[in-house]
């Protein structure tokens, strides 16, 4: 009679359930990858098919300076987050500040790239396919920043008021994620419309 094979268990490793505000927003940000990529998937689709100008050939500038403004908020927030973690709120609260900064010369950037198109290029969301999902995709990553812009800056007020300690670092840490999900949707975007679409 052969006896089963018995697994050993250790009963020193318990078992956690991973953290409800981490689950949260990796749901939240594939959710939001899936929207994101029907944009991209659109903007590729419709590159090239409009039938009157302008084309982005014509009026697209390369954001060079408000790419890698954003892209270096991504290590500002990081630094913030670890601040925090060791609970020195003073350099939590500049480090949320440097990223409110980078991320709102990036949206002023974005405003007046735009002011640029409709004012003086004759490009709105009605002119032609081009303008409908430039718009579009790149509106929807506007909106995403300024989000997480308001989120950072309400995250700011509390850290200089002096509500936020290293007990809350988890929670910034969580805002983290939501941020380098904008940036990194931000690289496709650049990518696809300035680079690969120009």
Not at 33 to 62: H, M, N, R, W
Not at 113 to 130: D, M
Not at 146 to 164: A, D, R
Request: charged content about 10%; overall charge neutral.
């Amino acid at each position: 009679m052969s006896e089963a094979a018995v697994v050993p268990h250790s009963s020193n490793e318990a078992w956690t359930l991973p953290s409800r505000g981490v689950v949260g927003m990796l749901c939240l940000i594939l959710a939001e990858a899936a929207i994101f990529l029907i944009f991209v998937v659109a903007y590729i689709y419709y590159e090239g098919k409009s039938l009157s100008g302008p084309t982005p050939q014509q009026v697209l500038k390369l954001p060079i300076f408000a790419t890698i403004c954003l892209l270096s908020s991504s290590i500002t927030v990081h630094f913030a987050a670890s601040a925090l973690h060791r609970g020195t709120r003073n350099m939590c609260s500049l480090w949320l500040a440097a990223t409110v900064l980078l991320g709102g010369i990036f949206i002023t950037g974005t405003g007046i790239e735009w002011y640029e198109l409709i004012y003086h290029e004759g490009l709105t969301i009605q002119t032609n396919l081009f303008g409908t999902t430039f718009y579009s995709l790149v509106g929807l990553h506007a909106s995403h920043v300024i989000f997480g812009l308001i989120m950072l800056l309400v995250t700011l007020l509390f850290s200089l008021s002096g509500k936020l300690s290293a007990r809350h670092a988890y929670r910034v840490e969580v805002l983290s994620l939501y941020w380098h999900f904008v940036d990194a949707v931000w690289v496709v975007v650049f990518l696809v419309v300035y680079v690969l679409g120009r």
